[in-house]
């Protein structure tokens, strides 16, 4: 069997719709998170860290955008990183890493980085580590560089407004579901175990992932996060994104 999957885009195809179903705004977010890489490069193709990169979301609009970028993704989860190596080949460096692991660093191939920038991952992670990788980050970026993270991040001025939010997109959620528009998080998952390439990455998720450990997710408020950045030594920390309950942070270093 060839080291890379045959139908790679059409993994990537599945995987965009499922995670748009829970992100409507999903594009907007890299866009916005990659328009601040283009400020803090003056439009120069960057060296970028991918990180917890999944499929190589990122990474491939990141190249899109910047065709000469040095682009490295980082994750930890062997079916994603199956679609990611298959997506970018030669484009880009793939590593397999565990954020939870203050070690990780070791597995990059190169520092400093112009920006590194994660979505929708870190919520995995318990708040302390959370803190503690915010750190970690800013050791790998160059002065000057980039810090970027999307995810779900409420405004706690607006608690009743952000709990309408969040029952409004479940609905839509649901209704996509129910006419087949979208597949939901338990169906896609159920495709990646029929799939004959995949299914022995599936087996091997589990393992690092068993079922009860990694359905646990941690969303604290934006400010959170901003604090955060701060306490770990950036010198600029603010959001360059809102959507509704979701935000983007970032810290300059």
């Known amino acids: 069997m060839s080291a890379y999957l045959t139908n790679h885009r059409e993994w990537q195809e599945s995987w965009d719709r499922q995670q748009t179903a829970f992100m409507p705004d999903r594009e907007e977010r890299f866009a916005a998170m990659l328009d601040a890489v283009a400020a803090v490069t003056d439009g120069e193709a960057p060296r970028l860290l991918d990180l917890a990169g999944g499929t190589g979301t990122i990474s491939l609009r990141a190249l ?3 065709p000469g970028a ?4 980082l994750d930890q989860d062997p079916v994603l990183l199956t679609i990611a190596g298959s997506s970018l080949r030669d484009r880009a460096t ?9 070690g990780w660093r070791a597995k990059l191939p190169t520092e400093p980085f112009d920006a590194v920038l994660t979505a929708t991952a870190l919520h ?10 915010y750190a970690e980050i800013r050791e790998v970026l160059r002065p000057g560089g980039l810090f ?10 607006l608690p009743e407004l952000s709990r309408r939010l969040h029952d409004h997109a479940r609905v839509r959620r649901e209704a996509w579901y129910a006419t087949g528009a979208a597949t939901s ?6 495709l990646v175990a029929a799939d004959e390439q995949l299914a022995p990455k599936a087996v091997e998720r589990e393992r690092i992932y068993p079922s009860h ?11 959170w996060h901003i ?24 810290g300059l270093r």
């Open 213 to 223: 450990r990694h359905s646990q997710e941690w969303t604290p408020p934006v400010s």
């Open 227 to 250: 604090e955060a950045l701060r306490t770990a030594g950036f010198r600029e920390a603010g959001i360059i994104w809102r959507g509704g309950v979701d935000a983007a942070v970032a």
């Open 70 to 73: 040095q682009v490295t993704v």
């Open 124 to 133: 995995w992670l318990p708040a302390e580590r959370v803190a503690a990788l």
């Open 185 to 190: 998080w338990p169906q896609w998952w159920a």
């Open 148 to 157: 970027a993270n999307a995810e779900q991040m409420e405004d706690e001025g």
């Open 94 to 102: 793939v590593v397999d890493a565990d954020l939870g692991d203050p």
């Open 64 to 66: 899109a955008r910047f």
